[in-house]
């Protein structure tokens, strides 16, 4: 029900034509669930999580192209030398256009489970948060969590350091890097749940998982509430 809704908010018109998403367009959680478009928590994945009506008003799911959003920052799936690449991050490079590339080349690239800032340049938003994260391990999973979950609280202090106040966020690591949806929503939103509740979490008004594969759409769908 929920991906259907959302799906409908994809732009389809012609890559030569921009058109930005508005904040004001996405739906809080807690919006969602008096639209009866996302279901209250029960299902086993998500029971042990206290649902929290202050998070609920400050995160969103969407699912769509994060390119087009008009919010202070997005979170890109960068790799470690920030050179641009396949899938979300190359969307998101040639949309801001070479100035982004030009940028990141400064930067000396970064470090697995760290991330960096940038200019949006072409983009619709304000900033571009780089968050690298990491290929997954099946033989080490709880390193893979924790360099994953660094990536998410990395960038939202960035985010709070440049004054951004709305934050999208790209599946990071589900792409080639072959982190498991399920396992990777789960760390996301405890990441950013754990993040909110602390000193600077009063600073961010937004935080908005952004997806496209179903995969992950039925994840954050899982583990949200």
Known sequence: MLASYLFKHISSISPTVKMATQLSEIPTVAQLYQLKKLLPPGTESNASV?????FNNKVSIFRGN???LKVDAIVNAANKHLAGGGGVDGAIHAAAGPGLLDECST????????????????LFC?????AVGPVYSSRG???????LASCYTTSLQLAVDNGCK????????TGIYGYPSQDAASVATKAVREFLGGASGDKIDRVIFCT??????????????
């Open 50 to 54: 206290t649902p929290s009506q202050t």
């Open 66 to 68: 994060i390119t087009r």
């Open 107 to 122: 930067l000396g690239g970064c470090e697995t489970g760290s991330a960096k800032i940038t200019g949006a340049y072409e």
């Open 126 to 130: 304000k900033k571009v948060i780089h």
């Open 141 to 147: 999973p709880e390193r893979s969590a924790a360099l």
């Open 166 to 173: 709305s934050v999208a966020f790209s599946g990071l690591s």
């Open 212 to 225: 496209f594969e179903m995969k992950d759409v039925n994840a954050y769908n899982d583990w949200i509430p």
